[in-house]
């Protein structure tokens, strides 16, 4: 250099200013790569002039240098930290106009220090308010990072940091230091001037890591801030004493000080880490999407990182589905195949058990699951680890009959449950002594580790003649390192067993307490079929949410799993007693074979669902919002998820339904679910419950797999197969304890409506005999015949009747908001009770999965827009209603051209027709025939058509699903949704025609 050390210290010890030009002399030496080497050795000799081999003298030195020349170099050293590995030492120069490093700023390296490698490793890194830029030099040092921004809007501070960015990258004789990966601190560590992260903003750097520690000015010389002040329009703001409330800016706040008076200033200290960065992304542009109103409802700060681990991947899939798609698909009622598939996977992956997605039926709690495995077989005795029995029935828990009585009759079929503790061998020994035809356990803590225990109740149920359900949800980790369970061990290398199933309850989520999942592993395919058709008559389907939930904590564990080099051999699903079902009951046997359930789809293979009571209809974007929003929010309140409120408006406002103070409002994932609650309470009361011809299929087999005393109320095509007062008494008349199942004001499958009077005559006619009566409103609300519907009021009617009728007539309004509010995924259906007996038989019969807050909160928060009686949600249903008339229409128009006799619909989403020209033609179709079918020839066979086999007919023949009128109730009538996707609709049009074109060649 020009100067010596001498001739440049006499230039700095002019003053502060005159030493901060003095190096940035310097520094443009250093930065030409010709003067480079030259500029380091000077500081070299620069630092060694206040060099001592003692600290205290060292530090005077420095000291002293600083008061005298405005400048300090020293050492900071790092082998004195935690965990800390490479460099001993950094060397670092300060200027009195920025922060000089204190106490605070080496505490908070400190706790830098005790995070692993992986924190900034290969990351890029933004430090802001660097000051001498230290921390940044330091960071990029020990972890390696792929690039350290270090950020500060002191211009005088970005300098200094890059003198020491070159003290530290080149050595006393100026050659670059090289790290363990070829390369130097120049090419790791960059400094800029930056008003927090605008320069990153503004040159679209993606940052993964920003650390900061700001200085606190109580302790600190804030001349450095003055200094900001005078050179920028940027002001700080100070307060005069502790209690002061009116801003001074630094100037006024260092001159205070200097005459001795007390300064403090408000310090706001935030910690912030991005996670999943390129997921965090997925949701701001799901939010830029037509979503603004919701964003100030995402909160991504997360005390606990494991829940930020759960909670940021689930709003990236929902923003990912709820982006691109317009309606959500057909779910099969076995669960969501791709949420199947991740259970399948994980076990596969991580336990080395060969499952796949035709092993796993899912169901909405383990509760539920172990309910519907018990009603499947119905045994006369089951034997329960007493764990597990809170949730079922009253009258299982408190029978003595475990004798068969050797009666047919129904009602004098009990189903007695004897409690039993977990310890497997007092298990094992209650199984020996009482024989129980089912058994239903979990294991203890100190058995789980291993198999043995298992094994051993394997082989005793096996010799007994039980079916085992073995319950692993407390042994179950949702985890990268999963902790051993033997019960998985033993699958892993052997098949289970026909008589042996494994129930697992997904309830240890970070996030949502009371959202769960639960499923029900088997490897024989009788039982996966039968449990697939069991939770479809009981439950429906379980909320997809909810798999979606878990679904994404699986895809995120799989993701983070290298796959298999040696996976396990495939094992085939086991069909040894698929024909006969053996250990179902005969009643269940009897109604899953003859119900027309869901058809299960091929691989290859892609039906149009006409025959399902789900919406297709396209998701309006307020619920989409109100979904996103539902997960996006944190630590709900309860009053943030009481639907009650808005129920009670619901039902008064379109169905004039009173309530009382007594009144029950019970809310669960679907109005089946309900439905089948009711059902007990019926058979508990010993009633009968009357369907009128013409209900839906599906809550007609679930009363009969309920082993419910049913008949059926005639009803007649010039009445629109519409309940009618004179056969209405007729069947009452002969009925002891009636109950009367009512689907209205839209009659699911029909489309007709009961309007006003005919539902006051018809509750009339109930209350003259006693009868308890179910009004099911879960199909109704998509009314678009005008002149059909005028609402209902029947407050009026119901207070008469109620104080003037036989005293055991009630009314029970049941529905749901999926049709009601195009809803989609949220799957929510309410019970309103108004009579206090039937509230408590409701209550013997729990393992009722009710919603969770996330679905609560959506519902409410939709339920408030509808009472605004305008806006986007009105809107979307007022387009849906028209769109639905005109598919009722064209539907119509299609089925009439093809030959079918149809019955004209005003309302929701079905419509039933008559294949008045295909009965009894002959149709030859592909595949080997039923048992019991046609003519075998050449891979073909023939079938004479009628009002039943036309489902399968059309099936075989195009993929179109349809329900026959086996379904419906009415003979000769089939039934037809219209609630598809728009070019499913298209499809099923064409199918219905290509349908004709085969008949007619």
Known sequence: ?????????????????AAYAAFRSVLERLEDPTTRVEARIFLSHLQKRFASSHSKDAASAADQCFHTYHFRIEDILLDQYQGYQGRKKLTTMVIPSIFVPEDWSFTFYEGLNRHPDSIFKDKTVAELGCGNGWISIAIAEKWLPAKVYGLDINPRAVKVSWINLYLNALDEKGQPIFDGENKTLLDRVEFQESDLLSYCRDHNIQLERIVGCIPQAADTDISALVEIEKNSPHRFEFFMGLSGDQPICARTAW??????????????????????????????????????????????????????????????????????????????PAGNKRFRNLIAGFMKTYHHIPLNADNVVVFPSRAVAIENALRLFSPRLAIVDEHLTRHLPRQWLTSLAIESTGSDN???????????????????????????????????????????????????????????????????????????????????????????????????NQVYSDLEVAFIISEEEAIFKALSKTVEVLQGITAPISQYYYGCLFHELLSFQLADRHPPAEREIQKDNSVEMIGFTSSAVLVLNNSELSVNEAEDTSLIHMDVDQSFLPLPSPVKAAIFESFA??????????????????????????????????????????????????????GT?????????????????????IVNIPTKAEDGFKLTEKILSEVLDTVDKPWVYISGPTINPTGLIYNNEQMENILATCAKFGARVVIDTSFSGLEFDAESWDGWDLEGSLSRLNSSGNPSFCVSLLGGLSIKMLSGALKFGFLVLNQSHLVDTFYSFPGLCRPHGTVKYAIRKLLGLREQKSGDLLDAVDEQIRSLRSRSKCLKETLEQSGWEVLDSCAGVSM???????????V??????????????????????????????????????????????????????????????????????????????
């Not at 250099?1 to 200013?17: A, I, N, P, R, W």
């Not at 619901?650 to 009711?678: H, M, Q, R, V, W």
């Open 924 to 1001: 030859k179709l592909k595949n080997s025939p039923k048992d019991g079918g046609g003519m075998e020839n050449d891979g073909y066979y023939e079938v004479k058509l009628d009002d039943i086999n036309i489902r399968e007919a059309i099936l075989k023949a195009t993929g179109l699903c349809i329900n026959s009128s086996l379904w419906t109730g009415i003979p000769g009538y089939c039934r037809l949704t219209i609630a598809l996707e728009e070019s499913e609709f298209e499809r099923a049009l064409e199918c219905i025609v290509k349908f004709k074109e085969i008949i007619n060649a």
């Open 255 to 332: 001159a205070y000080g200097k005459t001795g008076g007390s300064i403090s200033h408000a310090l706001s200290v935030y910690s912030c880490q991005l996670r999943q960065p390129t997921q965090v992304k997925t949701i701001f542009e799901f939010l830029r999407n037509g979503f603004h109103e919701i964003s100030s409802s995402l909160d991504l700060y997360f005390e606990d990182d494991s829940v930020a681990d759960e909670k940021i991947p689930i709003l990236a899939y929902l923003a990912t589905v709820l982006k691109e798609r317009s309606v959500f698909p057909y779910e099969p």
């Open 633 to 686: 929010r944190q630590n709900l309140a309860e009053s943030e998820i009481d639907v009650t409120s808005g129920i009670k408006h619901f039902i008064k406002s379109n169905y004039g339904f009173p309530t009382y103070s007594g009144t029950e409002f019970i809310y669960a994932d679907s109005s089946l679910a309900l439905f089948n609650k009711l059902v007990l309470c019926c058979a508990q009361e010993g």
């Open 689 to 709: 419950l009357c369907f009128p011809a013409g209900s839906n299929g599906t809550y007609v087999s679930a009363a009969k797999f309920l082993k419910t005393n």
């Open 1 to 17: 250099m020009g100067l010596t050390v001498e001739e440049f210290l006499k230039e700095c010890e002019q003053s502060g200013d």
């Open 912 to 922: 039933v027709a008559k294949p008045s020209a295909y009965l009894n033609k002959i």
């Open 410 to 508: 129904p009602s004098e079929d009990i189903l007695t449950v004897i409690e039993a503790p977990r310890q497997s061998d007092l298990m094992v020994e209650l199984i020996k002594k009482l024989k129980p035809q089912v058994v239903v356990t979990g294991m203890a803590d100190f058995e789980a580790v291993t198999s043995a225990a298992f094994e051993h109740l394997l082989g005793v149920t096996r010799e007994i003649g039980s079916r085992l359900f073995l319950d692993i949800s407390d042994h179950f980790e949702l985890s990268s390192l999963p902790g051993s369970s033997g019960v998985l061990k033993y699958l892993a290398g052997t098949r289970l067993p026909s008589h042996a199933a494994i129930i697992c309850g997904l309830v240890k």
